[in-house]
């Protein structure tokens, strides 16, 4: 499956704001401009739909299930109150046939006034984009009242529909075989991670067994993960080479084994400890452990790691500012990566860098655009001739564009 579309509408200070997706995608734009906001919005969608009554709850009052992401109300006086939206389209393949479904769910929560905090609306549709007429209805809610298949119900004001049919249809027994498909799809949608690497926190847990869990994950395990990616071997070789070539390295090597180690309450009872060693080898040097490396060498395994690690990141890689920490021409092979493994790894870059733009395509960016009432929206780059005439002759850069807020370039 592939996120082709993320909408959000009062959550924080993003107000009717749609982000269109392909395999790579960038986000640009000032601090504190609603980058960061779209990626935790995407990540209220598995709880608001799929968490337990009392995540939903710590939604409905205003909050989110995680203190890194604060308030989830809009807090822009113009919207005060204004109900949540978050919306998604996704493309999925059921029986050999693509189908294009849209999810969306609107939530109230509480105001200062009086608890009233609960679902708004969801709705559930999907198309066939081959055939022709209107895409197929197949859950609609309107506060209490819930439509599944055409068939009415009633739920609690604060229980997800996606949680109702489970209840209503065990084993999504008598339903479209489809539906099943994507309401799971869902959920994986709502357990995209964000991933802000921390090279003091990946280097504290390099040898843990930390796995990637967090909602926003700034370290995890480096071997821990590793030893699972080799274990799979699926993507091993694809890591050590692409680490090779962005860092210009001679040589990666991963071993792993079960060591007997004696209790402290008998030694001659024995547990297997797992011995868990990455080691890298630099031109001139001999192999090394990756902790005697710099930052940016365990900054780049990691993201690499999260690529090859699909069932602990969500459909899209989610990276916030790759370029810390990392040289210029490590950021540059390190983008041609991405750009050509994208379509099967597709990915979304928060950045404020001019040289990461330099190394994007246009078409691939959406820049943050703040209105004069402090809300949020995003606009993509004009792909048209007098930005290529500019380029081409070499008047400006790319990057440039950054410094001046990309005006007259975008889309109106």
């Given at each position: ?249 001679e040589d990666v090597r991963f071993k792993a084994e079960d060591i007997p180690t004696p209790t402290k309450k008998a030694k001659a009872k024995k547990t ?141």
């Amino acid at each position: 499956m592939k996120l082709k579309q993320i909408r959000v509408d009062g959550y924080k200070n993003l107000i009717d704001c749609k982000v269109d997706l392909g395999d790579f995608n960038v986000l640009v734009g000032p601090n504190n401009s609603g980058k960061s906001n779209i990626l935790e919005a995407l990540q209220i969608l598995w709880p608001i739909s799929f968490g337990d009554e009392k995540l939903r709850k710590i939604i409905f009052k205003g909050l989110t299930p995680r203190l890194m992401l604060d308030s989830s109300m809009c807090h822009l006086q113009k919207h005060l109150n204004k109900p949540m939206t978050i919306g998604i389209i996704f493309e999925t393949t059921v029986n050999r046939k693509l189908w294009t479904v849209d999810y969306e769910v609107k939530i109230q929560c509480d105001d200062s006034k009086k608890e009233n905090g609960g679902f708004i609306s969801e709705t559930l549709k999907a198309k066939v984009p081959s055939k022709t007429g209107p895409a197929i209805t197949y859950i609609s809610r309107q506060g209490r009242e819930l439509e599944i298949a055409k068939k009415p119900y009633k739920i609690a004001k604060d229980n997800s529909s996606l949680l109702a049919i489970e209840s209503i249809y065990p084993d999504f027994e008598g339903l479209p075989t489809e539906l099943e498909i994507f309401i799971r799809a869902i959920y994986w949608v709502g357990a995209t991670r964000v991933f802000a690497m921390s090279p003091t926190g990946l280097r504290d847990n390099i040898d843990g067994e930390k796995p990637i869990e967090d909602i926003r994950t700034s370290s995890f395990g480096l071997s821990f993960v590793l030893d699972n990616i080799k274990e799979e071997d699926k993507y091993y070789e694809l890591f050590r080479e692409a680490l090779c070539d962005i860092l210009d390295l001679e040589d990666v090597r991963f071993k792993a084994e079960d060591i007997p180690t004696p209790t402290k309450k008998a030694k001659a009872k024995k547990t297997l400890k797992r011995m868990r060693f990455f080691l890298v080898k630099r031109t001139g040097s001999d192999y090394c452990l990756i902790e005697e490396y710099s930052d940016g060498t365990l900054v780049v395994a990691a993201i690499l790691e999260a690529l090859f690690s699909p069932n602990d990141r969500g459909p899209i890689l989610c990276l916030e500012e790759l370029e810390n920490c990392l040289h210029p021409a490590a950021v540059e092979k390190l983008l041609r990566f991405l750009q050509d493994n994208a379509d099967k790894w597709p990915v979304l870059i928060t950045t404020h860098s001019p040289y990461v733009l330099n190394g994007v395509n246009p078409e691939d960016v959406n820049v943050a655009v703040i209105d004069k009432t402090g809300a949020a929206h995003f606009e993509k780059v004009k792909n048209n001739k007098q930005l290529r005439d500019c380029l081409n002759k070499g008047l400006m850069n790319f990057g440039d564009l950054l410094v001046k807020d990309f005006q007259g370039f975008r889309e109106t």
